[in-house]
């Protein structure tokens, strides 16, 4: 069985500009990982109008940036996942999760698994909803 995608544009709020949140399984990816307060990457930065948005699954791995906690990512690390295409099958793995010196060592996501018609139809439709642009 395949995870399911979704990704979500949040209008921009008191701190930050509009940014892109993944739910996986019907779970907020960004939120499980850094907690409540913290973000997922700037809408314009991971679904820019002048090129292909990263989140593009290709035959080569790449290190994907998905989200940093509220004391930022300078701090205590960011969200971060290896994304690579392998024939039909979008394979999310190798997570790194930011953690505090302070608080215990977080467990990673586990390793995910997209249908690649699934996948690419969802990156597709949210690289063409630029509806977050206005608040620019």
Known sequence: ?????????????????????????????????????????????????????????????RRLELGEPDCTGGCCGFLTVIVQRFGEIVQWSDWEVPWAAHTPVPHPPPELHFDASQYDTEVARAEADRWWQVYL
């Open 1 to 61: 069985m395949f995870d399911r995608l979704e990704i979500k544009v949040l209008p921009p709020g008191p701190r930050f500009a509009p940014q892109v949140r993944f739910w996986v399984n019907g779970e907020d990816v960004v939120e499980e990982a850094v907690g409540e307060g913290g973000r997922g990457p700037y809408a314009a930065d991971a679904l820019p109008a002048d090129r292909p948005t990263p989140l593009w699954a290709t035959g080569e791995a």
